[in-house]
Every structure is written in structure tokens, then in C-alpha cells.
């Protein structure tokens, strides 16, 4: 007799993931419509939500197009890799206590090393499209994404060095008195910076530029192709939400509401932020991106994980 | 950093700003009474045409549009015989308005002309023939040109003043 409780948490993860995923495009386009005095897509089903049902019909039905000059493996393999890595990324996201599908002891590198062979996705993409333009967009995400990547582990060393511990799970209880985004503010804020940059959102879509570089490295993308570069962008935003969640504000923890309400409307809130993020600010340029990573990002980040080291020895 | 979130914050505001977009189909726009929309043939406060068949009109049209045929009364009054608008390659320039001596083409704050067949589009004078007089309801063409009555010609009969030979306006 095998044991069903992980199954049943693995489909349920899934289910979850992916219609939030789906459901985002249109949480997106509403509050983008919303901070731009617009009304956004309201009109298929109630408050617009059959827009989503209607995308997907649409993308499917979409010719599914390989450019003859592509390289044609790794143009199938790309769009695959960046959902897959994201998907597996959850498999150490805790929903609640114990509802997680592993629950593994180097639980934040394994989100680490999940996010970071995201990378390996828009390399691929821009590398077998043949095109110039996602040539180079490919090329600003590989740039950008090991640079951010690299203050990115570092910002979570403080709050690993706090908790002592890597395992998830741990981290979370270790916050039951004070959520870890007191103590690790710089952290967090170097964080988040990170990883809106670890999914290539605005502000940080170079790699995708629609103004300069038509749509980067996936424009010669199309039908569900391209609805799976999508797809893996969403997903990409509810995990960064969610590890911010978890690390910085508590996790599940929190009062009369049961534990899985709270992390939700803690992800929710933070994927809401995304998208003002999206809504508010410009985007840089590629050297300013590259100087910010690695002159005033890098440092800070160190600077606070000596300081909290220092303080952890000191035994404060 | 402090400008990136202040303006953070200013976007974050307006989700509590009035939305400006008019749901069309349910709530219409407010039309300026001098839209360029649908195109219509006027008539006099009298309720005679006031079309005098000047083909003006079809001349000053960039797209050539226009297409009618002059023909007389039995006062010896032109007005048209047909009068056609192809509203498929109409771009609602104005220019037929603006060319009319005689006020009778007009353009009005109507836009929703939409057809399924294309043929539709084609509007003849019984379509573009309005009731009233359009956007200058005292004015009346034939009051300020005059009339020849019968075997009277312009300015012939008692108390009227010739009128005014028109080459001698010439520069």
C-alpha cells in the first residue's frame, strides 16, 4: 500500500500553482487597469474572469510555429525548462505545517539552484531562435540573472545565520516571536530586489524590452510556446512572493485565520506589489542594472551579512 | 530610492481616482455639435431641397466619393436627380461641407454606421435626405440668390435691384 498523502500534496500543489498562474493574467491586467484610471478586461463572464478560459482557447488554438533557421531541440526544450524549474522550486515551499511536498534540510538552496536554472531557459530561447534580438535578450538575462543571483544567496545568508538553519520549515517557526523582516530589513529589501530581478519582471525585463528588443528572447516564440514563457513568468512572481513570505513575514503564522489563509494573503499581497511595481516604475538601463548589482548591491549585502553574523556571535 | 517609491505610492493612489473609460455600447460618449460623422442632405426652412446639383462637392472629395447627377425642374431650378455617397471610402474630411454654396451637405455628430454588407454602405439621396435644415435652420439659398419667375428674370420685377454681375468680383 503506498502512501497517498504526498500524491494528494503534490496535485494539490499543482492545482494551486497553475490556476493562480492562469488566474493572474487577469488579476495583472485588472489592477494595471485599476492604477491606470482604466476599467481592463471586464467583459468575458463576470468581472472579465472568463478572459482567462478565453486567452488559453486562444493560444492553443494558435499556430504552434518553429522558425526553419531555429535550432530546434533546445527551441522545444527552453520554454519547458523555465516551468519545470519553477514548478519544482515548490516542492520545498510549505503551505502550511506540513503541507509540504519535501520538506528538505537545504530547502533554500534548493530554491536557490531551482531559480537560478531558470536562467538556463531565456539562454537557451535566445540562443536557438537564431534572431539577433533574442540573441541579445538572452544574453542580458544571463548577464543579469548571475549577477543578481549572487547578492540574492548572500541577502538570505542573514536570515539563515539567524534561524540557524536552511530547512524552510525551521525558518518559519524560528519567526513565531518576530518576523525576521525587523531584524533583516536591509536583507529583505536586498531580497525582493533580487528577486524581481530573478523573474525578469519590470523593472528588471531587460532581457525582454519590447521598446528595444521587440520582445527579446522570445520573440520568435508563438501559440503555447509562448503561453509557457508566459506561464513561468507568473509562476516565477508567486514563488519569489511566497519565499518572500516565508523568510521575511512569518510564513503561515498568524492569528485566528487557519494557517494556509494566512500565506495566501501574505503571497497575494506581495504579488500585488509585482504588479505595482510593474505599473509605476521605468526601466533602467543595462549598465546602470549591471553597476547597481554589482557596486552597491553586492557590498550591502555583504555589509549585513557580516553585521548579523557579528551580532549572532556576539550573542545579542 | 525615494522617488521610486514616492511614485510607487502616487500609481498606488489613483486606484481610488474616477476611471475615465465610457463603456460604449452601454453609455455613449458626448458628441461636439460639430463632429464629423454621417453625412446628410438638409433642406430650406421652406422644405425644398437645398442641394442645387453644384458638384462641388463631388469635386473637392479626396476620395471621390460623391457621385451625383444634376438635373432641372420646371423653373428651370437645378437640384440633383441621384445623389450617392460611398460611406466604405468616405474619410469624413468635411471638405463636401465646406464646399457647399449652399449649405445643403452637412456632416453630423453620428458615427455608428457600422454594416455587415459592404454594399450597405452606399448611401442614396433618400437615405442622406434629412427632414429639417441641419446646423442653419434660417437660412434659405433661393431668398439670397433669387428667383426668375416666369418670363421675369432676376432682379427684373418692381422694387428689386439687379443683381450683381459675379465677373465683376473678379480680381
Redesign the interface.
Known sequence: MINLYPLLIIAAVLFVVLNLAGGLIWVERRLLALWQDRYGPNRVGPFGLGQVVADSVKLFTKEDWIPPFADKAAFVLAPAVVVATSLLAFAVIPFAAGFVVADLSIGILFLLAMSSLGVYSVVLAGWSSNNKYALLGGLRAAAQMLSYEVFMGLSLMGVVVLAGSFRITDIVNAQRHMWYVIPQFAGFVLFFIAGVAETRRLPFDLAEAESELIAGFHSEYSGMKFGMFFVGEYIGVILISAMLTLLYFGGWLGPVLPAPVWFGIKTLFFICVFILLRGALPRPRFDQLMSWGWKVLLPLALVNLLITGAFVLAGV | MWS?LR??W???L??F?????I?YPEEKAILPPRYRGRIVLSRDPDGGERCVACNLCAVVCPTACISLQATEDEHGRRYPEFFRINFSRCIFCGYCEEACPTYAIQLTPDFEMGEYRRQNLVYEKDDLMIAGPGKYPDYNFWRVAGVAIGDKGKGVAEREAPPTDVHSLMP
Not at chain 2, 481616482?17 to 473609460?21: A, I, M, P, Q
Request: cysteine-free; proline content about 0%; charged content about 15%.
Open positions: 521610486l511614485s510607487m502616487g500609481v498606488f489613483h486606484a481616482h474616477r476611471r475615465v473609460t463603456q
